[in-house]
């Protein structure tokens, strides 16, 4: 399943957020976001999860999303907010559980289907160990890979994460790409925005970076992040290479002069 | 602890308690002597006591308790915070405006279910508002402060009322229903009550999905599929229906909206959507206790049952904020 945009444009309030964007989303890869803060990449997410009126299209597979029922639309795009928001001590079990919610009825009786996903899904998060622990108990990094497992556990052929690795220890970081990489290898459409570039460049198949609204870039990590990218885009001087694993890169400064900006 | 359990004992205490509550009264009837006259009859005053002042008097005590702790867990839910309850919207106040208008102009003499219609057509009207507020596509807080905001303007007309009544007594006659009390109630108040609080649990109850959810927040919720406009407004509307009847036929009677979930909440998953049923049962139980209380603490002068709510529930509620939050939900 495919979800492509075509010349959106949000606006939050008076001041329009995202201008004009166009991109299209392949199944089976996993494409990272990544821009300064205030570029619009929790907007943009929001439009593509079918949550904002914009101006242009969004399609998924051909269907508008902003016209798709309610229900329709959570079984086929799953999206996890930036924000952590709790309001009650569940248990990390009926937490991630809450992702089946558009799959039942009003009864709400969940199936054995169900809570294998929802066993599967906190597998793959590496929280399973934490099933029966209040959610309140958790740091902070454990609860974003216990609401990750409740958007895996939605089981959508899309998946939109707004910084789903932010406040992560790097081994978490690390085993939080892998599983998205899994996820995409089963055939997953994945949008993830990122701030670490290294991460993004080492496990995304594709980048596309933001500024002020608009695409800045578009490509394979290889293409898209190079020095003068990251000039332009985040104003910074990067050093970068390659090991055996992939590319890395290291932020090492500012760029001087207000144009790079 | 197990759910069905938790619904039997809550179901059985509630049971119990109206049956207790039945058997009490200054009647001097004996438990057999007053079930007897309940179920065959026999005994004519004693089958008028049972059938036409306790059997109402313990039905709308459990109804409208039951009411109450159904909306406030899902007010709750709803909003998030464990300080809702279901006079926050302003129904309450309104359904009591109307009310004290019926006593003012003394239509009230004219008819008994003239008092419940007032208070009714009072919640009707913060209703409308509200609703109207609401597919403006406001936001939740709007909605809760337009509720605070029209629950500060019917208690004002409230006591302007007062302020401006005739005379003494009827000023006393108003004051003494704004207390909230189940006396000298019939069986046409239950019936004039049931549908509209029936309509009113449906409405939560339909809404369960959306209050689990919600336990996300408002984006995690939409991501979820959940129609929060629709939400808005079966939550509400099952509120307003509910507490407008309940208010209408016994007058504000406060505190089992709030700490009735409360109370419930550790015993259960936490879900919102799984304490709607908890809670009301358990309000239904506790009114009834308290309407127990109030009919024979002190002997041979009745307390308002509202009264009787306020006392458990004010040094109780300061508990709650004493006792550590996070123990608390």
Redesign the interface.
Known sequence: MSISAQDVSVRLGEREVVHGVSLTLKSGQVTGLLGPNGAGKSTLMRAL?G?LAHSGSIMLDGEPVAQM???????RI????Q?R???????VE??VA??R??W?G?R?TRSPADRELCRNAMQLMEVDALAHRPA?QLSGGELARV?MA?AVA?DTPILLADEPAAGLDPAHQISMMAAMRQLAGRSRTILVSLHDLSLAARWCDRLVLMKNGRVAADGAPGAVMTKAVLARVYGINAEMGHDECGMWLAPLGLTQGDEAR | MNRRLLIASLAIAALVLMLVSMLTGPAGLGPVQSIRALVAGGDEAAMLIMREIRLPRALLAALVGFSLGVSGAALQGFLRNPLAEPGIIGVSASAALGAVLMFYTGIAGASLLALPAGALAGAAVCVFALIAIASARASTITLILAGVALSSLAAALTSLVLNLSPNPFAAYEIIFWLLGSLKDRTMDHVWLALPLMALGWAALWSSCRALDALSLGEEGAAGLGVNLARARLFIIGGVALSVGAATAVTGAIGFIGLIVPHLIRPLTDRLPGNLLLPSGLGGAALLTAADIVARSAIVERELNVGVVTALIGAPFFLWLVVRSRREVF
């Open positions: 999860g949550q029922q309610d229900v329709a639309r959570a079984r799953a999206w996890l907010p924000s928001e709790l309001s009650w001590p569940l248990s009926n937490l809450l992702g919610l558009p039942h009003w709400r309140d609401l409740r939605q």
